[in-house]
């Protein structure tokens, strides 16, 4: 059993998040992708966020249709921040024996790994999934390579190094870090946000079944 975890604030979830999320389950043949909405996300100005349950019921809306997504509300269920090292600690102690973690992150929330709670205990315990935009150039991958090469051996460990062959991080002790390209969207959520205050139609950029929630519900106004 293979799964993905992805988090975020999905305040929405749009389509890039989706697309990125099919992805990734595609190249990594991850039996499931848990799509987890933080509760109180550590790293975002609380002003503007639509309250955790009803991200949640978007994500549920939007995963709705499709096989292998699977919506966590584990980050709902405890007090406080939403920290990953957190989630991802409960996920280890209800994991099959053959189970195995992947935790999905963009390639720049993990240039600020760093800044995250307890980050190195996350390097004992989980595989990343680093997610860049196709570079069109192989030289722009080397540098994206490079750079998420450089941001391990001075945040993490001096002891991670480049598999042959390859776009993947190993350590003998530490968990590997996969570097994988998908499909950015030109999609965010803060756009869309805008959109919405701005009395304008986000038709295509989420499903239809989350834009009609957001209207029903009258979010984002
Ligand atoms: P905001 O605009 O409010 O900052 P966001 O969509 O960028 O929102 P999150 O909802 O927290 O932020 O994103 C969750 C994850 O999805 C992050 O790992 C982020 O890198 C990734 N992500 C966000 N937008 C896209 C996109 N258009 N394509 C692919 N991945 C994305």
């Known amino acids: 059993m293979r799964i993905g975890l992805f988090g975020g604030t999905f305040n929405p979830v749009h389509t890039g998040h989706l697309r990125a999320a099919l992805e990734v389950r595609e190249a990594f043949a991850l039996d499931e992708i848990h799509l987890i909405p933080s509760a109180i996300p550590p790293h975002k100005d609380p002003g503007g966020i639509a309250p955790a349950r009803q991200r949640l019921a978007m994500v ?46 963009g390639g720049d929330a993990f240039k600020e790994i760093h800044t995250w709670k307890s980050y190195r205990r996350l390097f004992e315990q ?66 869309i946000r805008s959109l919405i205050a701005a009395g304008r139609s986000i038709r295509y950029l989420v499903p239809d079944t989350v834009m009609d929630y957001i209207r029903r519900q009258g979010l984002y106004r």
């Open 126 to 191: 989980v595989a990343f999934i680093v997610m860049v935009r196709p570079g069109g150039q192989p030289q722009a991958t080397a540098a994206v390579m490079e750079e998420i090469g450089h941001c391990l051996h001075r945040h993490v460990d001096a002891g991670y190094r480049l598999q042959a062959q390859r776009p993947r991080f190993v350590h003998d002790s530490l968990q590997p870090v996969a570097v994988t390209e998908v499909t950015r969207l030109q999609i965010s959520a803060t756009r």
């Open 60 to 105: 549920r809306a939007a995963a709705e249709d499709q096989e292998g997504f699977v919506v966590s509300d584990v980050e709902l269920q405890r007090r406080g921040p939403s920290y990953s090292v957190d989630t991802v600690a409960e996920y280890r102690r209800s994991l099959p024996q053959d189970g195995r973690l992947f935790l999905i992150i």
